[in-house]
């Protein structure tokens, strides 16, 4: 199965999922295509930089995959990054990467029209895939769902000759902070095909629970457990919560669209015949 995990802003979620683990799979099957997306293709490329330069520069990486170097004939950039092993003698190599055309790694805006035809055999994965622009209107969001549902998920591999259960070959991979009942994150959560694992930055509690800690602050009352009590203990939660206000702290932080919903714009008419 796929996973889809919401994360609090600031968790790491990226250097931890997009970055550190897709590596960890090109080292591990490096003949694999590995895909990418993100809100935008900046992002996207930035990402997809990040594990390049792992790749090509970090002596950790030389220790544990010796034999898996940038193949920068074919291609070392924003366009592509392809990788090769040199444990793999050329025939073998020339099979195992002859089910794909796609390059070890690329990086891309969700939206972006080369999206369409990519095959990622190796990881899939989603990234924030969702920001201000392309969540703010009902119709910015049923496009994004519509590209997902119609474009990415086609792309990952299966094998239907596995039993149930057993057929996703691609590791499909989405993490992010919802903005929206009817955003992606919450289309690919209702499929029921992904495992789903919420990690806020504050979970709910009780007085005389292990951990619990009480604030009163503001609107941010009651007792909560922290998430990650060596980064960002009390007083950092009391300082996020005073730069992003209620809204964005319960989205971002809370992951909670219900506690924020209160605080929406309201529709108000106006007669139109006063509109010159």
Not at 119 to 125: A, D, N
Not at 202 to 223: M, R, T, V
Request: proline letters at 5%; aromatic letters at 12%.
């Amino acid at each position: 199965r796929g996973s889809l995990i919401f994360a609090f802003r600031g968790s790491w979620k990226t250097t931890t999922i997009s970055q550190l683990f897709t590596c960890f799979r090109m080292g591990h099957e490096p003949w694999k295509a590995n895909l990418v997306l993100q809100n935008n293709d900046a992002t996207a490329q930035n990402t997809t930089l990040a594990i390049s330069q792992v790749i090509a520069k970090n002596p950790r990486w030389r220790k544990v995959f010796p034999n898996v170097i940038p193949d920068k004939k074919k291609g070392w950039g924003a366009l592509g990054y392809w990788i090769t092993d040199t444990d793999i003698n050329e025939e073998d190599w020339a099979e195992l990467t002859s089910i794909t055309k796609d390059p070890s790694l690329l990086g891309l805006g969700i939206s972006s029209g080369s999206v369409i035809g990519k095959h990622p055999t190796g990881v899939l994965l989603m990234d924030d895939i969702h920001d201000e622009k392309n969540s703010s209107s009902d119709l910015e969001r049923a496009y994004i769902v519509k590209v997902v549902a119609e474009t990415v998920f086609p792309m990952a591999v299966r094998d239907a000759t596995r039993p149930q259960g057993d057929q996703l070959e691609t590791w499909s991979l989405t993490v992010g902070t919802p903005w929206h009942e009817q955003d992606g994150y919450h289309y690919i959560k209702d499929t029921g095909e992904f495992g789903y694992l919420f990690s806020p930055l504050l979970f709910p509690s009780n007085e005389g629970d292990e951990g619990a800690i009480e604030f009163d602050h503001k609107e941010l009352k009651g007792w909560f457990r922290l998430a990650w009590e060596d980064r960002i203990p009390y007083d950092g939660v009391i300082s996020l919560y005073n730069l992003s206000g209620h809204r964005g702290f319960w989205r971002m932080y809370l992951l909670s669209l219900i506690g924020a919903s209160d605080l929406g714009l309201p529709f108000m008419s106006f007669p139109h015949e006063k509109i010159p």
